[in-house]
């Protein structure tokens, strides 16, 4: 199973997100675009990531890939199925799913989900709100959805 994480900002949200990966079996996180790695530029662990992530960042692979193009062509060379989690016309609500393999792709925390994996996706799936928000945070949102997919 791998998380794709689409041009997030935080690198609190990533870390949160490698600690909840770690939680729920995630074998691999693939970094796309801006998003923060655990290791900077400089080779230098990324200490915000290292605060929220708490040893996850040194236990689950990563890799950043620099377009959304190269991520959704490593995940059909693996032949699983690529999930997108986002608001969006042709999302259908997320429920307890039976699947054994699969790649999740969360977006950025302003404009989502980039349009290419959106195209690409064999399904999107929503998280139904009741409240009066329209959103929760990207790592709360992650935690929801791997819950939903592996429990």
Known sequence: MILLLDNIRSSENVGSLFRTADA??????????????????????????AKTALGAEKTIAWQHLGTPEEATEYIRDKKIPLYVLEQHTKAIPLAKQEVENFALVL?????????????????????????????????????IALYALTA
């Open 24 to 49: 729920f079996g995630i074998s691999e996180i693939l970094l796309v675009g801006i998003t923060p790695t655990p290791i900077d530029r400089f080779g230098r662990p990324n200490a915000k990531v």
């Open 107 to 143: 977006g950025n925390e302003v404009t989502g989900v980039s349009n290419y994996f959106l195209e690409h996706a064999d399904i999107i799936f929503e998280i139904p709100m009741q409240g009066e928000k329209e959103s929760l945070n990207v790592s709360v949102a992650g935690g």
